[in-house]
């Protein structure tokens, strides 16, 4: 059984930061991308950043010189840090990586940006 769990996510002032934390089990992580995405209320979810099994990343331009995801395999652990803050990335961060052709979700972490 496939499980992707969050944490890190909270309550932060404008220009602060958070790092994200998304275990997962019941994969090889290490063979598989891993991506982070956020929901705000009343949008679609939009994709924020990936990382491949090789290191490569990818960011959405809204994020990119702010956030960092990176990946511990021994840990079967993928990251977010996020730095300077904004109150437009107020959203439920969500963890996804497809394996086998099948889309995997977490549960979610809410982080909220506001003075």
């Known amino acids: 059984q496939v499980q992707l769990v969050e944490s890190g996510g909270g309550l932060v002032q404008p220009g602060g930061s958070l790092r994200l934390s998304c275990v997962s089990s019941?994969?090889?992580?290490?063979?598989?991308?891993m991506g982070w995405y956020r929901q705000a209320p009343g949008k679609q979810r939009e994709l924020v950043a990936t990382i491949t099994q090789f290191g490569s990343t990818y960011y959405a331009d809204s994020v990119k010189g702010r956030f960092t995801i990176s990946r511990d395999n021994a840990k079967n652990t993928v990251y977010l840090q996020m730095n300077s803050l904004k109150p437009e990335d107020t959203a439920v961060y969500y963890c996804?990586?497809?394996?086998?052709?099948?889309?995997?979700w977490g549960q979610g972490t809410q982080v909220t940006v506001s003075s």
């Open positions: 019941g994969i090889i992580f290490s063979i598989y991308s």
């Open positions: 996804n990586t497809n394996a086998q052709g099948t889309n995997y």
